[in-house]
């Protein structure tokens, strides 16, 4: 058997697709033949499975992980400041509760003209429980003062669990002013109950209601220490304005903020 008819047949034969008689003349052809046994041994040997990598497609690889890894780090800071952004946004958003007349109403009280505990005469509540001697703390008969008293308003805002449930109040401002109407000195006061988003979105009702928010002193005017201070009694009223931006009531003119109260409901009317 001729040498190029072995090469021709030696890919069969090495898959094993030829028949015993050609495998004989063959391995007897290949017994004699350096150069043919050679080829057979090289054909024989086969393709390695895996080829090296080559030092810049390892270089390309690493390039590209290190790429992908600063985009999953920029994409996971991303997303937290926008949770952290969208946490205050909500927190920090307030929008007005509606008026309800039953539990949004003011009370009066009355306030003394007594001794603190480092015997200085300042105005405090007096309340349940109220006693000039123990105020003072010391004995009431070297005190020659005379208690003064006088009333002063504060906001009311009566709710059951249930009802700050419905109504999700979780802050309180107001706004008051001086103003002449009619020839009149009138004090004008605005306030509004709000809440913000998050409360209107997932309230939790776990803690109970800041004093400040259910009992609230108009805050508008100061008692100082001197009982004789030009303090005169003056009509005042009281109105609920559903607004989160009582500041941009400062940049009215008297005119214009007494012109507020159409849109407001008037909750108290006095002298006080």
Not at 199 to 217: K, T, V
């Amino acid at each position: 058997m001729k040498c190029c008819i072995v090469i021709d047949l030696l890919p069969g034969y090495i898959d094993g697709l030829t028949s015993e008689e050609t495998n004989e003349e063959i391995e007897k052809h290949l017994e004699n033949c350096t150069s043919c046994r050679t080829i057979y041994r090289q054909m024989n040997a086969g393709i390695p499975n895996e080829m090296p990598a080559k030092k810049e497609d390892i270089d390309f690889l690493k390039k590209l992980r290190e790429r992908m890894h600063r985009k999953y780090v920029i994409v996971a800071l991303s997303t937290c400041a926008v949770l952290i952004g969208t946490t205050v946004f909500l927190k920090s958003y307030n929008i007005p509760v509606s008026y309800d007349p039953d539990c949004m109403t003011t009370e009066l009280y009355e306030i003394a003209y007594v001794p603190n505990h480092l015997g200085l005469r300042e105005w405090q509540y007096k309340g349940p429980g109220f006693h000039a001697s123990e105020t003072q703390g010391q004995d009431p008969a070297q005190d020659t003062g005379e208690d003064q008293t006088m009333e002063q308003i504060r906001f009311v805002l009566n709710i059951s669990a249930e009802k700050q449930k419905s109504l999700k109040i979780s802050n309180f401002i107001s706004k008051g002013r001086t103003i002449q109407r009619d020839g009149k000195t009138i004090r004008v006061v605005y306030y509004c109950y709000t809440r913000t988003l998050w409360n209107n979105l997932f309230f939790d009702d776990s803690g109970s209601m800041n004093p400040l928010i259910s009992e609230g002193d108009v805050f508008e005017e100061t008692f100082y220490r001197n009982a004789n201070a030009d303090y005169q009694p003056k009509t005042r009223e009281i109105y609920y304005l559903p607004t989160v931006n009582m500041n941009k009531l400062e940049r009215l003119s008297d005119e214009e903020f007494d012109a507020q109260r159409e849109d407001a409901a008037l909750v108290w009317r006095g002298v006080i």
